[in-house]
C-alpha cells in the first residue's frame, strides 16, 4: 500500500492539472487559489479530528485519502501559482520572480524538513497537526489578501477551453517541442519517486534509510542554490534561454546516467545536488518562455509543472 502511494498522489496532480483550465476559466486565478488553500486547511483540520477521536474504520485509509485530496489541490495550487507570476511581475523580471518562486519552494523544503524532524523530538503528532492547521489558516488568510487579476472569464464550461491549450501546442513548433521534453522528463523523474530511491538506497547503495533523506535535503539545496543562481544570472539567461534549457536538459540527463551506475552514497550526494541546481537552471527559463508566449492559458502553465510534482514526491510523500 505504502509503495502506491506515490503513483496515486501522481495521479491525483495530474488530473487535477488537466481540470485546472476548466476552473481557471470560470474563476479568477488568485480566488482559485485561495479556495485551494483553503481546502487544505480544512482537510488538516479533519485529519487532527481523525487522531483526536476514536473511530470504527481503519485509521491509515483516511489518512491516505487526505493525503489525495491534498495532492488534488497541490496539483491546482502550483500551476495557478505560476500563471499569477506574469498578472503581478512585467516580463523584464519574470526570470528573477520564478527564482524567487522557486528559491522559496526549495528553502520550505529544506526548513520542514529540518524543523519538523526537531519538532517532532519535542511534540506529539497531533500536537504538530494542530500546528500545522494553524499555519495553513494564516495561509489562507494571506492568499485571500492577492489583488484581483485581469483575465477572461466563462460563465459556462465548454469543450473549446479544455482543448484549447492544445491547439495552441499543435500550432506552436517551440511549444511542442517544450511539451514534449517535459513529457519525456515527467516519465524519466518517475525514478526518483521516494518508493524506488529507497530500494536504490537499500540494494544499490547499502547503506541505511537515513541517506534517502540526505539524496532529499541535498537535491533540494542544490536546487534552491540552482534557483537563485538563475535570479543573479537573470540577464543572461533572459537572452540565450533555449540554450540555457537544452543544455540544462542534456546536464540532467547525464547526471542521472552518472547517479544509475554509481555506487558509492557520497558520490551520490554530489550528483543529487548537481542534479537538483542543473534542473532549476532549465526549469526557470523554461517556465518563463511558457509564461511570455502565453500569459491568459494557464493550461500550460500546468503541462509545465508535470515534471515538478513528479520530483516533489522524493521530499516527503512516504
Known amino acids: 500500500m505504502t509503495s502506491l502511494i506515490p503513483v496515486l498522489l501522481t495521479a491525483s496532480m495530474v ?22 488553500q483553503f481546502g487544505k486547511f480544512l482537510l488538516l483540520l479533519f485529519l487532527v479530528m481523525i487522531f483526536s477521536i476514536q473511530l470504527s474504520v481503519n485509521r491509515l485509509i483516511l489518512i491516505d485519502v487526505v493525503v489525495i485530496m491534498i495532492a488534488l489541490l497541490d496539483g491546482l495550487a502550483e500551476p495557478v501559482s505560476a500563471a499569477l507570476i ?7 523580471y519574470l526570470v528573477k520572480a520564478n527564482s524567487l518562486l522557486g528559491g522559496a519552494y526549495q528553502l520550505l523544503g529544506i526548513g520542514g524538513w529540518a524543523i519538523g524532524s526537531t519538532l517532532l523530538a ?3 503528532i497531533d500536537q504538530l497537526l494542530i500546528f500545522g492547521v494553524i499555519v495553513a489558516a494564516v ?15 466563462h460563465q459556462q464550461v465548454s469543450w473549446d477551453q479544455f482543448t484549447s491549450g492544445w491547439k495552441v501546442i499543435k500550432n506552436s513548433r517551440l511549444l511542442r517541442v517544450v511539451t514534449a521534453m517535459d513529457l519525456l522528463e515527467t516519465a524519466a523523474n518517475t525514478v526518483w519517486v521516494s518508493a524506488i530511491i529507497l530500494v536504490f538506497v537499500h540494494q544499490v547503495l547499502q547503506v541505511s534509510s537515513t541517506w534517502w533523506g540526505y539524496i532529499n535535503a541535498i537535491y533540494m539545496l542544490g536546487a534552491f542554490l540552482g534557483s537563485w543562481g538563475c535570479y543573479f ?9 533555449i540554450r540555457v534549457i537544452s543544455w540544462g536538459a542534456l546536464i540532467s540527463s547525464a547526471i542521472m546516467l552518472l547517479v544509475a551506475v554509481n555506487h558509492l552514497p557520497i558520490v551520490t550526494l554530489l550528483l543529487a545536488m548537481l542534479f537538483g541546481v542543473s534542473s532549476a537552471m532549465k526549469n526557470v527559463p523554461q517556465t518563463t518562455l511558457v509564461q511570455k508566449m502565453f500569459q491568459m492559458i494557464s493550461w500550460l502553465l500546468c503541462m509545465r509543472c508535470k515534471m515538478f510534482y513528479t520530483r516533489e514526491l522524493i521530499r516527503s510523500r512516504l
Request: overall charge positive; charged content about 15%.
Open 15 to 36: 488530473i487535477s492539472g488537466l481540470l485546472t483550465p476548466l476552473i481557471t476559466g470560470r474563476w479568477r486565478l488568485n480566488h482559485v487559489l485561495a479556495v485551494s
Open 86 to 92: 506574469p498578472h503581478y511581475v512585467s516580463d523584464a
Open 122 to 124: 519535542f511534540f506529539q
Open 139 to 153: 495561509a489562507s488568510g494571506l492568499m485571500l489578501a492577492l489583488p484581483n487579476v485581469d483575465q477572461p472569464l
Open 233 to 241: 544570472l537573470a540577464k543572461r539567461l533572459e537572452q540565450h534561454k
